[in-house]
C-alpha cells in the first residue's frame, strides 16, 4: 500500500495485478490500474510494490511478468486515474526461478525510489547473486526516475537486465 501526500488517499495492490484507491475511506469502484494480463501470481510472484511519487503524478509499481522477470513500471495520475497510454518500463530484472522475487517499493525520505529485490533462485541463493556486485538480484535497489520534464527533452531507454 501507498499513501498519498494528502493522508486520506491510498493506493491499495492486490497480487494479481490491479491497483485499487480508498478515497476518504471510500474504494473506488473500478481498478485504478489494472494489468492482470501482464502479471503472472506463480510462486513468489505477483504484484510485489506500489508506490507514488512525492510530487503526486506518477505511480510505480513492481511485479513478475511471464518471464518471470520483475518488471519495475512507471504510470502517469491524472485527473481521471491513470493514463494507460504513460505506462513506461522502468527498470527489468530476470530472476530464474519462480521464487525470491523480492517486495516493497517506496519514495525515501530523500526522493529517491527505493526496490526491494530477492535474489531469484529456488532456495539458498545458490548462485550467490545477493554477494554479487554485478547483478540487481538481492539486493535494495535506490533509483532515480527522471522527471516529467527530463523526458521531454529524452532520456535513457529502460534496462533490461
Known amino acids: 500500500m501507498a499513501v498519498a501526500d494528502d493522508d486520506t488517499t491510498f493506493y491499495v ?3 494479481a495485478g490491479r491497483v485499487r484507491v480508498i478515497r476518504a475511506g471510500r ?3 473500478r481498478p485504478l490500474l489494472d494489468l492482470t494480463d501482464q ?3 506463480e510462486g513468489e510472484g505477483g504484484l510485489l510494490g506500489v508506490a507514488v511519487a512525492p510530487e503526486g503524478r506518477q505511480l510505480y509499481v513492481s511485479f513478475t511478468d511471464q518471464d518471470h522477470a520483475v518488471r519495475l513500471v ?3 495520475l491524472d485527473a481521471d486515474g491513470v493514463d494507460r497510454g504513460s505506462l513506461r518500463d522502468v527498470l527489468t530484472i530476470e530472476q530464474p526461478s519462480t521464487r525470491h522475487h523480492g517486495g516493497n517499493l517506496v519514495f525515501g525520505p530523500d526522493g529517491l525510489l527505493w526496490l526491494g529485490i530477492g535474489d531469484g533462485s529456488p532456495g539458498g541463493d545458490p548462485a ?3 554477494q554479487s556486485l554485478t547483478e540487481l538480484s538481492g539486493k ?3 533509483l532515480d526516475p527522471p522527471p516529467l520534464a527530463a523526458r ?3 532520456c535513457r531507454p529502460p534496462t533490461r537486465l
Open 13 to 15: 495492490r492486490e497480487r
Open 27 to 29: 474504494l473506488a469502484p
Open 39 to 41: 502479471v503472472v501470481v
Open 74 to 76: 512507471e504510470a502517469t
Open 128 to 130: 550467490n547473486a545477493a
Open 140 to 142: 535494495l535497489l535506490r
Open 152 to 154: 521531454a527533452i529524452g
